[in-house]
């Protein structure tokens, strides 16, 4: 039997790295000639040891923790390319002594992050092809994509429309999208930047896997179909069902306060591995939330300290106090109808019957979840690629409610724009009404979400034909 082997490199942090073990894990289970060594980089700011949540046994598959040498603690978000960068010398060593063992597979290829494209490099010099895993949707990737044409070939860069009351016309989604909705990554110069050079690497590299699913999003898949783009492999919904490992101890008292509520009456607030709040806002969704009088279930994240200067990547942790943030008496005035956590165990919430709605920051891994289980979101988008996913959720798809979608996070300052309580009440409101067309539109889509990956469905197919790339011959 020809046996082959691939190299997978996430990114660091929750987002990336969870999608990615998970993708991995499918294809052995699907084909016993494939091994996968998945590389670790440890970042000194982020959870690399979410990492440690798998089980370093899982068959054909092995986890290599690369050190960890970079000589700053503090990495600036500017920095993070230099810092994967570094990293090309450590993965070198690594897959240099995969390759000495006399029975070690033929090294089909690499598996590349967005944001590892650097590693293309090292692949090379290895003589075998790159494939990318894209951890977000199929329409932002196809954004990345024109954004860095329009840059690049017509010189107009979406950073210019950054302040522009105006609308876009991409080929991803059939409305025009009105500038303030971009995501905030591609109006940041630098962010854009960033963002172009990935595009390029990405057009030299053999497949590009996509965690979506055709049903969810066909006219953004349709829409590589005339560009020179390398080939797209739709395999998601990929999510790790299992959640992470949490403390026994506080999931069980979240789960059986859970258990007391009602099917559907709770609306879960949750903001992603990054998503905080200043005291202000903070105080604007506790009155939301006591005067529309829903049931809930809040995660609620405290700030790191704003680095004015160095913009170092920094990630939320959870309060030691929630007094000190919530308005007095809060937590005494809504004990029957309300519980406010810090990290939550998230698709164990979503996957329990009195979640009646999600009010998310739209990271793609959340909304591929909330679609998983049927949750309707409403949308409050903060950082990265999140308000384009909340565009496509809301205006493109009919999935979500909106609360905003052009709300951005300002990682320096705290003068992030305020959503008032009236406006989040509104939105969770709409979201929580009982029979409305969009929570009918979320459970068609759960169904088709869960069949794309079944024996015959589209997502299946998918990675069969991907794995045919890796094994071309046969
Ligand atoms: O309290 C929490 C918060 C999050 N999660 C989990 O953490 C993951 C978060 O992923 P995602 O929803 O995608 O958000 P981010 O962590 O913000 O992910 C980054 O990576 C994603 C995939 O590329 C992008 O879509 C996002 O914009 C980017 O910020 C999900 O699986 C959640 O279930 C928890 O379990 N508990």
């Not at 690049?152 to 991803?172: A, Q």
């Not at 690629?385 to 300002?410: C, H, P, S, T, W």
Request: glycine residues 6%; negative net charge.
């Amino acid at each position: 039997m020809q046996k082959a082997q691939l190299v997978f490199i996430p990114s660091p942090g929750v987002g990336h790295l969870v999608s990615a073990v998970e993708i991995a894990k499918l294809l052995v289970d699907r084909d016993d000639r494939l091994s996968i060594t998945v590389l670790i980089i440890k970042h000194p700011n982020f959870d690399s040891d979410i990492s440690s949540n798998y089980s370093r046994s899982v068959d054909r598959i092995k986890f290599i923790d690369l050190p960890n040498d970079f000589s700053d603690s503090n990495i600036p978000r500017s920095l993070f390319a230099s810092f994967i960068e570094s990293r090309k010398p450590r993965v070198k060593d690594a897959v240099s002594n995969l390759l000495t063992h006399s029975d070690s597979p033929r090294l089909a290829g690499f598996v590349l992050d967005m944001f590892c494209t650097c590693m293309i490099d090292v692949a090379n010099d290895f003589g075998v092809p790159s494939y990318i895993f894209f951890t977000s949707g199929a329409a932002f990737l196809s954004l990345m994509f024109h954004a860095q044409f329009l840059h690049d070939e017509l010189s107009k860069p979406t950073t210019d429309l950054k302040d522009l009351d105006t609308e876009l016309v991409v080929p991803s989604v059939a409305n025009p999208i009105p500038a303030r909705f971009l995501p905030s990554v591609l109006l940041n110069r630098d962010m854009a930047m960033f963002l172009y050079e990935h595009s390029r690497r990405f057009r030299t590299t053999k497949g590009i896997m996509v965690n979506t699913f055709a049903e969810l999003e066909s006219f953004a898949i349709n829409s590589f179909s005339d560009r020179q783009i390398p080939p797209l492999y739709p395999v998601g919904p990929i999510l790790n069902l299992n959640g992470n490992n949490y403390d026994v101890v506080k999931k069980t008292e979240i789960m059986e306060w859970l258990d007391d509520q009602p099917p559907s009456s709770v609306v879960f607030l949750c903001f992603g591995s990054m998503g905080s709040f200043s005291g202000d806002q903070v105080k604007e969704i506790a009155y939301a939330l006591e005067h529309c009088g829903h049931r809930f279930l809040w995660s609620i994240r405290q700030s790191p300290p704003k680095d004015k200067d160095k913009e170092t990547i920094l990630i939320p942790s959870d309060y030691v106090n929630l007094t000190d943030v919530l308005p007095e008496g809060f937590l005494d005035r809504t004990v029957g109808i309300g519980k406010v956590i810090g990290w939550a165990p998230q698709v164990a919430v979503l996957g329990h019957e009195a979640i009646g709605g999600f009010v998310s920051h739209c990271g793609w891994n959340s909304t591929l979840e909330s679609l998983w289980f049927g949750v309707p979101m409403a949308t409050w988008p903060m950082y990265a690629e999140q308000q384009f996913n909340a565009f496509e959720m809301v205006r493109e798809l009919g999935l979500a409610v909106e609360i905003k979608m052009d709300y951005k996070m300002d990682f320096k300052s705290e003068n992030t724009m305020i959503v008032t309580a009236d406006e989040i009440e509104r939105g969770i409101s709409c979201l929580m009404e009982f029979d409305n067309q969009i929570r009918r539109r979320v459970k068609e889509m759960s169904q088709k979400s869960r069949k794309a990956l079944i024996n015959g469905g589209s997502s299946f197919s998918s990675l069969g034909r991907f794995i045919d790339d890796v094994f071309p011959s046969e």
